[in-house]
């Protein structure tokens, strides 16, 4: 038995992915955002996993699909209210559990499968980001001190993370690279690895005036998840 937990914020103008402005306004960043959140929530709604659990800064909307226990994130920093998701949603379902965020549309249930195999056999599972950060992390148990002052938001968060894993002596398991949407390069990768995504229908959807942050011809190209 094996739960998922997503760690987001409500989509609202001004208050999420605010690296995407410009040139999207806070407006497309934030529809942006929630279409984002929805492909990751619809995702995990199709994995087999005994339960699926939304830690949320803010409140849930008509994004939110059926079969989901929302509870309130706490904490100051990330790593702070990383831990206490994890510690919440474990105290709500002792199971292993996988926490993901709000911004990966790329992920499926196959991969999310995946790793829930994984961690049966592994104290850990680990997920990379290309950004140097991480867009999966699995635990068997919770533990604060696994989390708690890792740098967050950093070019080497995902080393920290992991070497935060290996030093406890946990065995890990690790998934395929992902690049979480960060910039308008991001979101066009994204965009083009899952065409058929509210993400990408969102992103379809607007008139982007200024891509200095893009470049078709010079974009890095990621394999899309299998």
Known sequence: ?????????EPVAGRVKTRLSP???PGQSARLAAAALEDTLHAVAATPVKHRVLALDGLP??????????????????????????????????VPTLLIGMDTPQVTPDLLQAAAGALAGH????????DGGFWLLGLRRPDPALLLGVPMS??????????????????????PHLNDI????????????VPG???????GAMQVTDRRAYSPGSARRWPAPH
């Open 123 to 130: 104290d850990a599972v680990f997920g990379p980001a290309t």
């Open 23 to 25: 040139p999207f306004t």
């Open 61 to 94: 909307g008509s994004w939110l699909p059926n079969g989901f226990t929302v509870i309130p994130q706490r904490g100051d920093g990330l790593d702070e209210r990383l831990a206490s998701a994890f510690a919440d949603a474990h105290r709500l379902n002792p």
């Open 1 to 9: 038995m094996t739960q998922v937990l997503v760690i987001a914020k």
């Open 154 to 175: 950093h070019s080497r968060t995902g080393a920290a993370q992991l070497e935060r894993l290996t030093t406890a002596g946990l065995s890990v398991a690790t998934l």
């Open 182 to 193: 960060d910039t308008t390069e991001d979101a066009f990768q994204v965009a083009a690895q």
């Open 197 to 203: 995504s509210r993400f990408a229908a969102a992103l």
